[in-house]
């Protein structure tokens, strides 16, 4: 049976596709964020909606809540979507994430079937889509009595190439936070394990259409998908993500000067300039350029002047050699993050892009070999149009989808 009322968590980009379908489709839809101000503004427009106010930490609020609808989704931060569950099984209510299962979540899987009730996770883009497109191919190729030498899946959201104009060729501050994740991967029948402040030495370069100019690094832990997707005979499999070309070596340099430690630093508590604050992270002699060049030069490689040319000028772009003050944030990674976060925004009129391709390598029943490949490529509505981000569509619609009483067969 379709939900009559949902309460919806969170307000973030990828919300408003979800909302949309939901509300169009007859439902009613409790938008709750920690402000109402929030609430209010992805509410507006929408007939089904009622925004409120929820502070999802605080226990009792949310069971008042999660009590008086008959599903949750749940688009806040990964980290509470624990809390959310247990709420979910005290009151025998259904539950809906785009996110990964955490080990947090896990750990809730006999409750949850003790309750009665089901979650539903990894259900957006990657995780999601990925899943339905690798398992459609994987179960093809068995069914035809052939196997999966090499699974490779490999998914970016990135501006569009117009709009990938800075050193990173990104937009978000979390493009750093990802990256001190390590990555475990299947490679020739063997298992990698490669540490955070490494990943970088594994990117390479990755062909998909002649326009892009893609890199492509493994990310997290890629082992569990050869029982996930029954793919035991496989000997190489990496899910992975693309960025632009000489991401990875911008941010080897920020590893390689100290500028993605999460280290306290009790000058970074202060509101100092940048160049004070990077003359104290590299130990230089005085903050001028001049001796801030030379200790970077000292600390990290460059394969040639050139690179040494755009890199230099990608970190003066930042703005570390600065006179601007610096937001605090107590470490390296979440001060540069802090002052990423303004410089990278979308601007009106600039779009995203999501690319995602998977490429299987497969035997056939009589021994011959062939590469194939699922793709999708998806750009953004320009920002200021009113119209959805690539990411937002392909995060938010399947989630919608999934609970929508018009697509009733779509996960079946």
Not at 147 to 174: M, T, V, W
Request: aromatic content about 8%; charged content about 25%; proline content about 6%.
């Amino acid at each position: 049976m379709a939900p009559q009322s949902v309460l919806m968590l969170g307000s973030g980009f990828v919300t408003r596709p979800t909302l949309d379908i939901l509300s169009d489709a007859g439902i009613q839809v409790t938008v709750a964020c920690r402000t109402l101000s929030s609430a209010e503004k992805l509410s507006a427009g929408v007939k089904l909606a009622k925004p409120i106010s929820l502070d999802v930490t605080d226990d009792k609020a949310l069971d008042i809540e999660v009590a008086q609808h008959d599903l949750v989704i749940s688009l806040i931060p990964y980290t509470f979507h624990a809390a959310v569950i247990k709420s979910a099984i005290r009151n025998k209510k259904d539950v809906v994430t785009t996110s990964y299962i955490s080990p947090a979540m896990l750990e809730l899987e006999q409750q949850v079937k003790d309750a009665g009730i089901t979650v539903m996770n990894e259900i957006g883009l990657d995780p999601g889509i990925d899943h339905l497109y690798a398992i459609d191919v994987i179960e093809r190729v068995h069914k035809a009595g052939g196997k999966i030498i090499s699974f490779l899946s490999y998914c970016g959201g990135l501006p569009a190439p117009e709009d990938s104009g800075n050193p990173l060729g990104y937009k978000s501050r979390g493009v750093l936070l990802a990256l001190r994740n390590a990555a475990s991967f299947y490679q020739g029948g063997k298992v990698v394990n490669v540490a955070g402040p490494e990943l970088m030495a594994t990117a390479k370069q990755y062909y998909i259409y002649p326009g892009f100019a893609f890199v492509a690094y493994p990310n997290r832990d890629s082992t569990p998908y050869k029982e996930r997707y029954d793919i035991p005979e496989a000997e190489t499999i990496i899910r992975g993500t693309l960025r632009y070309q000489e991401f990875p070596e911008f941010v080897k340099v920020l590893v390689d000067i100290g500028f993605l430690s999460d280290k306290e630093q009790g000058f970074l508590d202060e509101p100092i300039t940048w160049k004070e604050a990077t003359q104290k992270i590299l130990g230089a002699p005085s903050s001028s350029e001049k001796d801030l060049l030379w200790a970077i030069s000292s600390k990290t490689t460059f394969k040639n002047n050139d690179e040494k040319t755009r890199l230099m000028a990608g970190l003066k772009w930042i703005g570390i050699f600065s006179d601007s003050n610096i937001t605090p944030n107590g470490n390296p990674l979440d001060t540069l993050c802090a002052t990423l976060e303004e410089k990278m925004q979308f601007e009106k009129g600039e779009r995203d892009l999501v690319m995602l391709q998977h490429k299987f390598e497969i035997e056939n029943k009589d021994g011959s070999k062939e590469i194939r490949t699922s793709t999708l490529c998806e750009y953004g509505a320009p920002i200021g149009t009113g119209g959805y981000s690539a990411m937002a569509k392909l995060v938010g619609v399947p989630c919608g989808v999934g609970k929508s009483p018009r697509y009733p067969n779509c996960f079946r």
